[in-house]
């Protein structure tokens, strides 16, 4: 017993372990609900994941970055150093897609389909349990 988790016996009772259960019932609800979530997430990703614009600063034909230092040459012909957001220009250049959210995104949307597509199976269990319950019953069980 090198690993002190592994004992029996400790400060606070003998130590028994308990089965840990599933707190979170197999329901038809719980399905739709991880779904939606699911889908969701695989929107927010799909929508960052498309191409766009982005804005980028250059100096003298070189991307720079805002907080850079970049010299220029002042009226009187003497070197100036400033910041380069103040002397660069900004160009707009379009993005492609983001190839790794985009699968992500694919991946989670077909698992929220998979989980939807199972949830007619589960109506259909519970109905059949429900009806088998009923022709289980007799009079006695309505006998109060």
Known sequence: MSNPFEQRRGPFGDGSKRRARFAIPDSPVVAVVTALITLALAVVL?????????????????????SEICETTGPDGETVMT??????EFETRPTGWSVVPAVIAGVLAAAAVVVLAGVPKQLRERRQEEVARMERLTDEDFKG
Do not use: T
Request: with cysteine; hydrophobic share 40%.
């Open 46 to 66: 799909f929508l960052s994941a498309m191409p766009g614009e982005e804005r980028v600063l250059y100096f003298e034909g070189e991307r720079v970055g805002p």
């Open 83 to 88: 910041a380069c957001i103040e002397v660069g």
